[in-house]
């Protein structure tokens, strides 16, 4: 598991820790950002103007390529002070290690060279793999340690409603990191230093569930042949077939790829649903709830008579989904959203409760709506009992930012704990979900039978730090 970051003291330089550039001992000043973080919506909004959010969705999201150039030096070096080859020799102060943290490759002839090290990442061994061996450095999710990338992935993970993870790859000249490959995710991908030329293939499988790597004679030629300048930002849907390198003759590339909509497609969602959708209806229909038929597990039961059996009973379904007689409820996606996603960038001020205890007479309202979810699930407690539907409010105020998309959560317990969130009877449904929607409402006004249950609801709530008293 990756080290947290921590802050600490300043030491005086190895010549080991002496990397590339020799701008890497100047402090660089924050620039003015071109971004606008007033709302989850204005800051995807401002990352790809100038184009708006209505024609990019209509037009390119999931269907094709976009390149936005910018000659705007502003956002330029604001996207340079997201991260720059100069900022690795104080990250590897952050115990690294390689293939978790660090991933340093190579494509010749088309082939991936592993160069990775084993144990904790040097920089004067990283030095070397670069210069000497024209290496890529590939750092995994630096949200973990850059503020500005920390806040800008929290805004869009609210935006996407979905993960949102990144990598940075800094290639010296004339060098490529990677062969042709698609992945599974939407790409959004940021310039930072110098020039990457990209060459983009139509996809052999389109919005790809899967990473692949692809062989030039399947590829064919080029659809898009770009280069991209720093300020310059690139989208391409999952499954397009890409494959960049550095030019010769200049300066070594920095970019920022952002990346969301991994396992979010309609069939994940079906595949989640779908569960809680057939239990609850098959509690309410007795046909399905008769046995399949005999020997079918064996491969004698299968026929026409089944498959036309099977399609009613999905018809019936569908009809109930359609119109509304039958709740569909995501429950597992929503789990895994909001218990890996980043917490709230100004998480040090949300851990404990602010204002007053709420009150009967008291008007309310929900905070960090976009960082909490409801779900509706059997209760976890094992009785001999029928299991018992009850009311989850799932939040990540208390997610860890040291472990995002890290594949690892820390601890069992505290995972567990921190994904349980509150819990309350199916009662209390109506009045979360009047919370939910509401702007503001007095506690009275909660759909709760008496005023003990009303106050109890806010009071559990108001502790999370997900209500305040207005």
């Keep these: 598991m990756p080290k947290r970051s921590k802050e600490k003291p300043v030491k005086r330089r190895s010549s080991e820790e002496e990397l590339l550039p020799k701008q890497s001992r100047v402090e660089h000043s924050a620039p003015p950002s071109p971004l606008s973080f007033l709302s989850p919506s204005s800051l995807f909004e401002s990352l790809i103007q100038p184009m708006g959010p209505e024609q990019f969705f209509s037009e390119y999201w999931e ?4 390149h936005l150039q910018r000659s705007d030096p502003t956002t330029a070096s604001y996207y340079q ?4 080859l100069s900022d690795l020799p104080s990250l590897c102060s952050h115990d690294l290690e390689y293939y978790t943290d660090v991933n ?8 991936k060279k592993d160069l990775n090290k084993q ?13 000497q061996n024209k290496a890529t450095i590939q750092f995994h999710q630096p949200q973990r340690f850059k503020d500005e990338l920390w806040k800008i992935q929290e805004k869009l993970e609210c935006f996407f409603g979905g993960l949102v993870g990144s990598n940075v790859y800094i290639t010296p000249q004339e060098s490529q990191g990677l062969p042709a490959h698609y992945d599974d995710v939407e790409v959004f991908i940021l310039q930072l230093e110098g020039q990457k030329n990209w060459l983009l293939y139509k996809p052999t499988v389109p919005l790809a569930a899967e990473y692949c790597v692809e062989s030039e004679e399947r590829i064919g030629s080029p659809s898009h042949e770009i280069t991209l300048k720093a300020g310059d930002l690139l989208y391409f849907p999952r499954g397009t077939i890409h494959q960049a390198s550095t030019p010769a003759g200049g300066e070594h590339s920095t970019h920022l790829t952002l990346s969301t909509y991994q396992r979010m497609s309609w069939g994940d969602l079906l595949l989640d649903v779908f569960p809680s959708v057939l239990s609850d209806r098959s509690k309410r229909e007795v046909s399905l709830r008769g046995g399949m038929p005999r020997r079918f597990l064996l491969g ?6 089944t498959s036309r059996q099977m399609a009613s009973l999905l018809r019936s379904l569908a009809e109930e989904i359609e ?10 996606m929503k789990r895994d959203f909001i218990t890996n996603r980043l917490p709230p960038h100004s998480q040090e001020d949300l851990l404990t409760p602010s204002g007053r205890i709420p009150a009967l007479e008291d008007t309310v309202c929900l905070m960090h709506k976009d960082h909490m979810v409801i779900t509706v699930e059997p209760s976890q407690e094992r009785t001999d009992e029928a299991s018992e539907m009850v009311v989850f409010v799932l939040h990540s105020l208390k997610n860890q930012r040291e472990t995002h998309m890290m594949g690892e959560s820390g601890d069992e317990d505290e995972e ?8 309350f009877p199916l ?14 409402l007095t506690v009275d006004q909660l759909q709760l039978p008496t005023a003990e249950e009303k106050c109890s609801l806010v009071l559990a709530l108001w502790s999370e730090s997900l209500l305040e008293v207005l």
């Excluded at 119109?323 to 597992?332: A, F, L, N, P």
């Excluded at 009662?427 to 503001?440: F, I, N, T, V």
């Design 300 to 305: 004698d039961g299968a026929g026409q008579d």
């Design 323 to 332: 119109t509304g007689k039958q709740e569909v409820r995501s429950t597992h």
């Design 63 to 66: 269907k094709k390529p976009l």
């Design 427 to 440: 009662s209390h449904l109506q009045a979360l979900l009047q919370l939910q929607k509401a702007e503001q």
């Design 416 to 423: 567990e704990d921190i994904s349980r969130g509150l819990q």
């Design 119 to 131: 144990g904790k990442v040097k920089s004067s061994v990283l030095n070397k793999s670069f210069t």
């Design 81 to 84: 002070s997201l991260f720059q």
């Design 104 to 111: 340093v490759v190579r494509c010749i002839n088309g082939k």
